[in-house]
């Protein structure tokens, strides 16, 4: 079995991330010691189905175009239920109006506290819900899997950037609302990096992976296939129950200080807060809102009622995001945690008789945070753009969605240009996002400096541009598979700690895709395996010994 189909495998079965990391120790050289970013957060919120974003900014500017495309489901200009007018210092072509039931969109706003990002998709829009999100998520343009079907954008930006800082006894990432791991947290070489904890109870949370007990039955050979596999598994689920451990003590130690409404995504985002105030170090936070798939009953009545599907859904957005970030600032850390929301594609512009809408291609994204630059990044599309033979659509994108993330991940979280690329490139016009990031998103007394990132180890999984070469279970106790698909008979593995020196060497032959090395020897600590074969080295692979 290669590993890639055996990594969908063990996460099926509920293995956890094995990507976790600290980033205290990185900070200690006299020029990081002003750019610690170390605490900060960033929260993902899927708004799941597809949101219709003209019902939720509406472009004032061309309110003529909008309501006669929407006769029955537009949000009124005037009465009871007129929307929220945003901000009348803005340009003429970037007036909107909120949704009326936005009430703390629209507070964020004036404290400064919200971009807009306007007209974001990917070049080649797909309007399937599972490819659409599965492009976002692995970071693709709908042209190809350039940046690799099978990895997300989430996973590779780990394992460049913190690449090091293996072993640690948190995961990297924890996701909520969705009982599928998300797509984005699979790394090119690890297993998937988040713990989900959905349906979880947060304060005692415990994973165990089909009643195995913490070790592979001893009928089976460790030296075959299935024993290999099944071994990685009992590996994987020993280090689950750990994580699971930091996240009941985080919950545990946290506390709430703002009041949430009691609806679903307030549910995820209090226990967000929670465990982030507990002291849980994971750096990226996904939870989820389900159901804007609206192609009827967005509205009730229609007319100039607003009540509906979209109504019910922008309320619990509105209300969860405005309590969890009240909640942020009580707890004192403002200055730690960012939120963006994104839907995996827009709706077109013409209502479709069933007052709803069918599946479009761009849409606004919100975030929102202390540290963000407020106000409206873009112009309101130009609903000209829709007419009957493009199917209603507008077509524009003003922002590429990698762009927009790419700018948090360099701006606020620390990347440097290299692990951009690595995480997002642009493989159809064979260019960088690092060319394309948002320069007034994060404010620049909070943007990192790129000398910040400078003394973080990046790219040292591999010695050449295409990793060949596997290693599992990683981190490990005593034993660690070698696994190449190339055909290559005898090796010899250097063994170096994390101080370089060279601690074994073994001479081994390799056959059937794989190979066993006896390390238990090693005392617990970062190892660097360099692999070797007919005097050149092969590769230089980074692993945990726990």
């Given at each position: 079995m290669k590993r890639r189909d055996f990594i969908k495998l063990s996460t099926t079965a509920s293995a956890a991330a094995l990507m976790p990391f600290d980033l205290n120790a990185m900070f200690e050289s006299d020029e990081l010691k002003n750019c610690d970013f170390s605490n900060r957060k960033l929260i993902l919120i899927n708004l799941d189905g597809g949101n219709d974003g003209l019902n939720t900014i509406v472009p004032v500017?061309?309110?003529?175009?909008?309501?006669?495309?929407?006769?029955?489901?537009?949000?009124?200009?005037?009465?009871?239920?007129?929307?929220?007018?945003?901000?009348?210092?803005?340009?003429?072509?970037?007036?909107?109006?909120?949704?009326?039931?936005?009430?703390?969109?629209?507070?964020?706003?004036d404290e400064g506290k919200m971009q807009i990002i306007q007209g974001v998709g990917y070049p080649s829009a797909n309007k399937s819900h599972f490819t659409?999100?599965?492009?976002?998520?692995?970071?693709?343009?709908?042209?190809?899997?350039?940046?690799?079907?099978?990895?997300?954008?989430?996973?590779?930006?780990?394992?460049?950037?913190?690449?090091?800082?293996?072993g640690k006894d948190y995961p990297f990432a924890v996701q909520m609302g969705n009982v599928k791991n998300s797509l984005g947290f699979f790394g090119e070489h690890e297993h998937g990096m988040n713990m989900n904890i959905t349906n979880q109870d947060a304060s005692g949370f415990y994973s165990i992976i089909n009643g195995l007990g913490g070790e592979a039955p001893k009928e089976i050979s460790k030296d075959s296939d299935f024993g290999i596999e099944l071994d990685y598994i009992v590996e994987t689920d020993k280090l689950a129950n750990i994580y699971a451990g930091s996240i009941s003590n985080a919950f545990n130690l946290g506390s709430n200080e703002a009041s949430y409404p009691d609806t679903d995504l307030s549910n995820q985002l209090k226990t967000v807060a929670r465990m982030i105030k507990g002291g849980l170090k994971s750096k990226i936070f996904m939870v989820r809102l389900k159901g804007f798939d609206t192609h009827a009953m967005q509205l009730e009545t229609g007319g100039n009622d607003v009540l509906g599907r979209h109504y019910l859904l922008l309320e619990e957005l509105s209300g969860a995001i405005g309590a969890?970030?009240?909640d942020i600032s009580s707890i004192g850390l403002e200055e730690d945690v960012m939120a963006i929301t994104y839907s995996e594609f827009g709706r077109k512009v013409a209502e479709n008789g069933n007052l709803g809408t069918d599946h479009g291609e761009i849409?606004?994204?919100?975030?929102?945070?202390?540290?963000?630059?407020?106000?409206?990044?873009?112009?309101?599309?130009?609903?000209?753009?829709?007419?009957?033979?493009?199917?209603?659509?507008?077509?524009?994108?003003?922002?590429?969605?990698?762009?927009?993330?790419?700018?948090?991940?360099?701006?606020?979280?620390?990347?440097?240009?290299?692990?951009?690329?690595?995480?997002?490139?642009?493989?159809?016009?064979?260019?960088?996002?690092?060319?394309?990031?948002?320069?007034?998103?994060?404010?620049?007394?909070?943007?990192?400096?790129?000398?910040?990132?400078?003394?973080?180890?990046?790219?040292?999984?591999?010695?050449?541009?295409?990793?060949?070469?596997?290693?599992s279970p990683n981190p490990f106790s005593n034993e660690l598979t070698l696994r190449n698909e190339n055909d290559v008979h005898k090796i010899i593995v250097y063994v170096y700690n994390q101080s370089g020196q060279l601690v074994k060497v073994i001479n081994t032959n390799y056959s059937n895709g794989n190979v066993r090395l006896e390390l238990s020897a090693l005392s617990p600590g970062n190892y660097t395996l360099k692999i070797a074969s007919d005097g050149r080295v092969l590769e230089v692979i980074k692993v945990v010994k726990r």
């Amino acid at each position: 079995m290669k590993r890639r189909d055996f990594i969908k495998l063990s996460t099926t079965a509920s293995a956890a991330a094995l990507m976790p990391f600290d980033l205290n120790a990185m900070f200690e050289s006299d020029e990081l010691k002003n750019c610690d970013f170390s605490n900060r957060k960033l929260i993902l919120i899927n708004l799941d189905g597809g949101n219709d974003g003209l019902n939720t900014i509406v472009p004032v500017n061309q309110y003529d175009i909008y309501s006669n495309l929407r006769p029955t489901i537009r949000v009124p200009e005037s009465g009871l239920n007129k929307y929220i007018s945003l901000d009348s210092g803005l340009a003429e072509n970037q007036l909107v109006g909120l949704h009326p039931i936005l009430t703390d969109f629209k507070r964020l706003y004036d404290e400064g506290k919200m971009q807009i990002i306007q007209g974001v998709g990917y070049p080649s829009a797909n309007k399937s819900h599972f490819t659409s999100s599965d492009m976002m998520m692995t970071g693709n343009d709908g042209n190809g899997w350039g940046n690799g079907k099978d990895s997300g954008w989430i996973g590779r930006y780990m394992e460049n950037m913190y690449a090091s800082e293996l072993g640690k006894d948190y995961p990297f990432a924890v996701q909520m609302g969705n009982v599928k791991n998300s797509l984005g947290f699979f790394g090119e070489h690890e297993h998937g990096m988040n713990m989900n904890i959905t349906n979880q109870d947060a304060s005692g949370f415990y994973s165990i992976i089909n009643g195995l007990g913490g070790e592979a039955p001893k009928e089976i050979s460790k030296d075959s296939d299935f024993g290999i596999e099944l071994d990685y598994i009992v590996e994987t689920d020993k280090l689950a129950n750990i994580y699971a451990g930091s996240i009941s003590n985080a919950f545990n130690l946290g506390s709430n200080e703002a009041s949430y409404p009691d609806t679903d995504l307030s549910n995820q985002l209090k226990t967000v807060a929670r465990m982030i105030k507990g002291g849980l170090k994971s750096k990226i936070f996904m939870v989820r809102l389900k159901g804007f798939d609206t192609h009827a009953m967005q509205l009730e009545t229609g007319g100039n009622d607003v009540l509906g599907r979209h109504y019910l859904l922008l309320e619990e957005l509105s209300g969860a995001i405005g309590a969890f970030m009240n909640d942020i600032s009580s707890i004192g850390l403002e200055e730690d945690v960012m939120a963006i929301t994104y839907s995996e594609f827009g709706r077109k512009v013409a209502e479709n008789g069933n007052l709803g809408t069918d599946h479009g291609e761009i849409a606004p994204i919100f975030i929102f945070g202390n540290t963000i630059e407020g106000g409206m990044t873009g112009i309101n599309p130009d609903l000209n753009e829709a007419i009957e033979d493009n199917n209603w659509q507008i077509e524009t994108i003003q922002h590429d969605y990698r762009s927009v993330f790419g700018t948090l991940l360099k701006d606020w979280m620390g990347g440097d240009a290299e692990v951009l690329d690595k995480t997002f490139y642009n493989h159809t016009t064979n260019t960088s996002f690092n060319d394309s990031t948002i320069d007034h998103l994060v404010k620049s007394s909070y943007k990192i400096d790129e000398g910040c990132s400078s003394g973080i180890e990046k790219n040292v999984f591999n010695s050449n541009e295409s990793c060949t070469w596997f290693a599992s279970p990683n981190p490990f106790s005593n034993e660690l598979t070698l696994r190449n698909e190339n055909d290559v008979h005898k090796i010899i593995v250097y063994v170096y700690n994390q101080s370089g020196q060279l601690v074994k060497v073994i001479n081994t032959n390799y056959s059937n895709g794989n190979v066993r090395l006896e390390l238990s020897a090693l005392s617990p600590g970062n190892y660097t395996l360099k692999i070797a074969s007919d005097g050149r080295v092969l590769e230089v692979i980074k692993v945990v010994k726990r």
